[in-house]
């Protein structure tokens, strides 16, 4: 056997292990595979296998995670998506840029701000969770389209192929997926169309090792392959969606889904220790936050690992940056986000000096930064030989979206309309707290976690990395960073490393299992409140150094890194 596919194999048997015992393993256990040429992690080990296909074939970066994004909408439908939306980076070696894509989701024209609110005021969580309403205008297909035509040289057709062949044909099962299954099958029995895919004809399940076809999916991946992002965003597919959000009191019409348009952004940039930091810009909050956190952490000394002071001193930054979230992030083509106060150096000092470093702040407010001109996801992460890089993040936004599947389409619709505030100051299914600035309104995009970054060292890509899992994924993100450059960690350990989480509101570290007992005892003497809880995030990152690919697939979950 191969010797990268023999220790990708090891490593699919290991991250199932831990995930089923939920527990996290010593960080030593694995080092990162290494190639030479390239290197593809995502969270599903066919999608990694067909996205390193593509770039020993000669695909670049951008033409390889394309097609990835297709296959995983076949193997990976609880995040892997049509119907859903994301965020792009792309680092092109030709112009030395980094390019950010937004292909998020946005409100239907017909959406109102109160739409959720129950007649009491209170916001109705099963219509903005679980209903035809929760879903926004998808933005998947358009953005990929846009990569790929932009920047890739593979034809939408070719990048198409083997989606459609995995879906007409089918795919060998595995344990996670039909757990996945099992554990929303309740949801599922609330709509025909998704049962019909989702089960079986007499109503048991698909287990481990039994063929999944998805017949109506690969028409709709056909029509695509044949008539362009037209045959998703007008004509039959259009209609189907549309008709099925009619009859369901949803929103999204013809007219909505004809309109929808992906855009290039300015990616947020920042320093930190002698490395450049890209991340994604509004509507995405991580950009801005990953970098915020940063700039306050780059007036410490942050030696020892995951000891009390340094939790405590990324903790009391977590806070700050969250408590700004909640007041000042939201679509920027509607609202003005003082992107350039927050992510400046000076505010990020003066922050500092509110944090006592022995003792937990617990009552903060959002910051006043200068005004200058603003959990079910899957992530991904891949790189070239000719050096251009990818890292992606796209989503449903809950595990299957809203688990509905638009009748005679095979795919699953998101249900991104609760990352909207819909009462400001009410906690959405994440327990984020927001204001106006994330209101909803008609055609607006919804605010989002998600944080695809791209660390620059000494001008070209070191560091490629992002997360799922939701509000915490801007602090998965961060901490890989972190572990590698303060902590002198490879790829693969910081990627293992224990995890915590502050959101400013609950206010309480989260950490996961394998925390040192005195380091919480110390914490907790310091007035933090700790709570262990879940493995958080699911980071798929490489590292290039020295001229070699290091790729880490996050042991928390199902995946694969492999390279060549």
């Not at 700039?295 to 340094?310: F, K, R, S, W």
């Not at 702040?361 to 899957?378: A, D, R, V």
Request: glycine share 8%; aromatic share 8%; net charge neutral.
């Amino acid at each position: 056997m191969n010797y990268l596919l023999k220790v990708g194999f090891i490593m699919i048997l290991f991250t199932s292990a831990t995930q089923a015992l939920n527990i996290i393993m010593p960080e030593d256990i694995f080092t990162p595979i290494q190639a030479n040429n390239g290197m593809v992690v995502t969270s599903e080990q066919i999608a990694t296998k067909i996205g390193l296909e593509i770039l020993k074939n000669g695909g670049n970066a951008i033409d390889a995670a394309v097609t990835i994004g297709f296959v995983m909408s076949v193997t990976f439908p609880q995040a892997g998506n049509l119907g859903g939306g994301g965020f792009m980076l792309i680092y092109s070696a030709k112009d030395k840029k980094v390019i950010a894509i937004d292909y998020r989701e946005q409100a239907p024209a017909k959406s109102s701000r109160d739409m959720f609110l129950a007649a009491n005021g209170e916001v109705n969580y099963q219509l903005s969770q679980f209903s035809y309403l929760s879903a926004g205008v998808p933005g998947t297909v358009a953005g990929m389209a846009l990569a790929l035509e932009k920047y890739g040289t593979l034809s939408l057709a070719e990048a198409l192929a083997p989606a459609i062949k995995l879906a007409a044909e089918g795919f060998i099962i595995s344990h996670s997926f039909s757990n996945n299954i099992k554990h929303r099958a309740d949801d599922f029995n609330k709509y025909p169309a998704t049962t019909a895919i989702f089960l079986k004809a007499d109503g048991s399940f698909y287990e481990a090792g039994e063929l999944f076809v998805q017949k109506d999916l690969a028409n709709t991946l056909k029509i695509i392959a044949k008539q362009g992002i037209k045959g998703f965003y007008t004509g039959e597919v259009a209609e189907l969606i549309a008709n099925d959000m009619l009859q369901h009191d949803g929103l999204i019409t013809t007219a909505d889904l004809a309109n929808y348009q992906p855009k290039l952004r300015q990616p947020i940039y920042g320093t930190y220790r002698g490395h450049t930091i890209y991340s994604m810009s509004p509507p995405s909050s991580g950009g801005i936050h990953i970098v915020q956190i940063l700039n306050i952490l780059e007036n410490y000394d942050i030696t020892g690992h995951n000891t009390a002071t340094t939790i405590h001193l990324m903790a009391e930054a977590m806070k700050r940056a969250y408590a700004d979230r909640s007041k000042y992030l939201g679509d920027t083509d509607f609202v003005t986000v003082p992107i350039a106060g927050l992510t400046s150096k000076s505010y990020a000092a003066n922050l500092s000096q509110q944090i006592n470093k022995l003792k937990a702040s617990n009552t903060i407010l959002p910051g006043q930064p200068s005004k200058y001109e603003s959990e079910e996801t899957t992530h991904y992460s891949v790189a070239d030989k000719a050096g251009n890089a990818v890292s992606n993040t796209y989503s449903l936004n809950f595990s299957y979206g809203a688990g509905i599947v638009i009748k005679g389409t095979g795919m699953l619709i998101n249900n991104t309309m609760d990352d909207f505030s819909s009462k400001p100051g009410q906690p959405n299914a994440y327990g984020l707290i927001g204001s106006t600035a994330n209101a909803i309104e008609p055609n607006k995009r919804m605010l989002s976690s998600m944080s695809p970054t791209i660390v620059l060292k000494n001008g070209k890509p070191f560091i490629i990395t992002g997360s799922p899992g939701g509000s915490k994924i801007i602090t998965t993100t961060l901490q890989v960073i972190l572990n590698v450059i303060d902590h002198n960690m490879n790829i693969q350990e910081a990627v293992n490393a224990v995890r915590i989480h502050h959101q400013w509101q609950p206010n309480e570290i989260r950490i996961e299992k394998g925390l040192n007992l005195d380091t919480i005892r110390l914490l907790t003497a310091m007035g933090h409140k700790v709570v262990v809880k879940s493995t958080m995030g699911t980071a798929a990152s490489i590292l290039l150094e020295n001229g070699l690919y290091y790729g880490a697939s996050d042991p928390r979950r199902d995946g694969m890194a492999l390279g060549y």
